[in-house]
């Protein structure tokens, strides 16, 4: 339907403008254009941000919660009255780069506009084809956020773009790059903003680097949001992705599962939305720019599979650790007594790097709450977790999450209370970060404001919308 219109509005301009040269072609041009576009915003993951849990399609209301207030995203649908309809291309680029609406004001850097800023003019322009013509307007307004005056006004945010935004420029790989590995930086560091999530903020909530020139805080691991802890993607063996081959990567952001780690929580919105979609190619690119990234010093050292665990699970010796009898009771018919889950359908708990971060969130989060595997295109197979807050009591949960950090070599500090486990039950509070005996990535999140500056009180998509994108 789309098409057939702009075909026939299309067919009519160029008539009037291009009298000579062949109708047909110019017509392909401007719907490769759109195509182009359309993957284009596939990289962003606009649609993860602008849609509203069974919203329309772009035509935003999806709410994040901040700490001083809610705001929600826009409708970016090309209607003329509610949406962008009636932006110029220069507007368009200076509200995805620049952070700077239409009216002149700022846009709070929810929007990852510090990231879009590196989008060379060619994408932004076919970006632009695509919000113009290639989506379908929808006439819903905007929703005001719900933040009380004075900390409602703007100018502020004008302050904040001033001193943390990258002004817009195209991005320009070092000279000498690899090809393909240039491509990779230009997906992760710009319309692919992994860093959002995986760079710890400072304390204006700005990340702390925007690429591998900024040091070690470059995706080195980031705070909390919506309760998931989004890990190191450095090489560090057991903190990062040390041990992960590109293939892992790959097939991680194609189909949401390896033989190491299954995706869960905001990540599993970022491949069901996004890399799922994305050519062979650039997620290849993608994956062989991670592993050339340098490690994190100071690394945690390497794993080593300890299968004393397994020997005492299948004895039943629990030698009074709680956790054990737990696990063996509600977690081992999926995960195993020796901890390494089944093919690409349980994840394996051994050695998985999620599991051995320094604040737990995350894994209570998923004990708590269960999870489902998203099915995606390339494995259509949607596998699920049980929730276990009403099977098991807090405190059974602490030992549990204990234990799965602590067994089958795994490495991290087991210091998760029932009274943690209460508070991210009810209140939805995340786990204080563990460890301060480990300098990484997790000090370098706490701030000026609190201890987690992107972590209480702020969340992306509250109404997660996992998923398939149903028209796709
Ligand atoms: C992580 C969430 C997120 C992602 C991803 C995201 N946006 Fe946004 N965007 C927002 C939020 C939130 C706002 C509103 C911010 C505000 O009100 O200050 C916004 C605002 C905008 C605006 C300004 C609209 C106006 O009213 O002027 C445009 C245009 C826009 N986004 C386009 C895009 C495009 C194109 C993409 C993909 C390339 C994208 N966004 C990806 C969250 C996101
Ligand atoms: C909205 C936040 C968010 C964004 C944006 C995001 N991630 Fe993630 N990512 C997470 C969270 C949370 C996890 C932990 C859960 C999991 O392992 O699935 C994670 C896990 C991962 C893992 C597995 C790491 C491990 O040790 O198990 C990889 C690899 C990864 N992300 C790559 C990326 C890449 C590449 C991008 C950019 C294209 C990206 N992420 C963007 C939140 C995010
Ligand atoms: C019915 C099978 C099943 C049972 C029982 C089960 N899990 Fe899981 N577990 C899964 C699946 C499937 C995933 C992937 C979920 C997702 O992607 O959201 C998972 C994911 C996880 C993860 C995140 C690891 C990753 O890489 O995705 C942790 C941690 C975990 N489970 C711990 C536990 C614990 C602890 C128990 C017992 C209290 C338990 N599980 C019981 C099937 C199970």
Redesign the pocket.
Known sequence: MMMKRLKAALGAVTVGLLAGTSLAHAQGTEEDLIKRGEYI?RL???V???TALNGQKFAGGLS?KTPIGT?Y??N?TPDPTYG?GTYTLQE?DD??RRGV??DGSS??P???YPA?SRMTPEDTKA?YAY?MHGVKPVAEK?RA?DITWPLSMRWPLSIWRSLFAPAPKAFTPAPGTDAEIARGEYLVTG?G?CG?CHTPRGFAMQEKAMDAAGGPDFLGGGGVIDNWVAPSLRNDPVAGIGRWSEDDLFYFLKSGRTDHSAVFGAMADVVGWSTQYFTDDDLRAISKYLKALPPVPPSRGDYTYDASTAQALDAGNFSGNPGAKVYVEQCAMCHRNDGGGVGRMFPPLAGNSVVVTDNATSVAHIVVEGGILPPTNWAQSAVAMPGYKTALSDQQIADVVNFIRTSWGNKAPANVTAADIQKLRLDHNPIPVAGWNNPTAQTATWGLFGPQPYGAGWT?APQTHTGVDSEQ
């Open positions: 915003a962003g993951d606009c993860a941000c602008h994040i705001i995203s826009t970016i962008i368009f509200a995805v609406r239409k846009l709070y929810a929007m990852p879009f970006l919000f905007n956020e319309l903003h959002a992306f």
